[in-house]
């Protein structure tokens, strides 16, 4: 069965993709124009590749999104952060995607129901962002997580620039503020209009540079030029 779904994925992985980037487009969308992009075909290739229990996951974050979208940012967070967190399970990407960094996109997480911490934030900021969350009110920060000495990404929300960020994270499930959460030290954070260097706990200031930005210009660009890898 597992030899299967590798094939089916990488027959198709690269309908997922190409569909995914347009993130600047697709997800730029509310939810419900997001939704009409999934036609019965895509849903159909959707299923092919990763069967049925896939694919009623998919129905379930479609739905997540259209019923939500009314909510306000607090609400949708917490839905969205519990629904991925419950619903996914972490993996490396070496052992996932035989890879040692590889950013999935959310249609990619959802099918294969895995991923590391990177594709847990991407999937949730994209998911809000589709939900109508404004895109400068998040972003992606790498982190240590000194519990287990590791790097991490999270997802940051601030409703003003000079709030105190809320963390969504898949090591800790509830949503706190940044200084709450004394086992992670940030690094930096970004999303797809630059680069801060984290500040204590705070967003801290804008500064030119690569890192996380050079991943997040790379999914985009394999998008673009109709780019894609397989998991084998």
Known sequence: MKNKITHMVKQYRHVFIILFLLSSNLFSQDSKKLIAYLTPEFKKTFNEAYGDRSSQLLTQWMSLMVDNEKKDDWQKMRLVNHFFNKKISFVDDIVHWKEEDYWATPFEFIGTKGGDCEDFALAKYFTLKAMGVEPSKMR????????????????????????????????????????????????????????????AKGLGKQVKGKGGVTRWEDIVTRIERSEFKTNK
């Open 140 to 199: 992606l920060m790498y982190v240590r997580a000194l519990a287990i000495n590791q790097p991490h990404m999270v997802l940051i929300y601030s409703e003003t620039i000079d709030q105190m960020p809320l963390v969504l994270d898949n090591i800790n499930p509830k949503i706190l503020p940044a200084n709450q959460r004394r086992d992670l030290k940030p690094i930096y954070s970004f999303n797809g209009d630059g680069l801060w260097l984290a500040k």
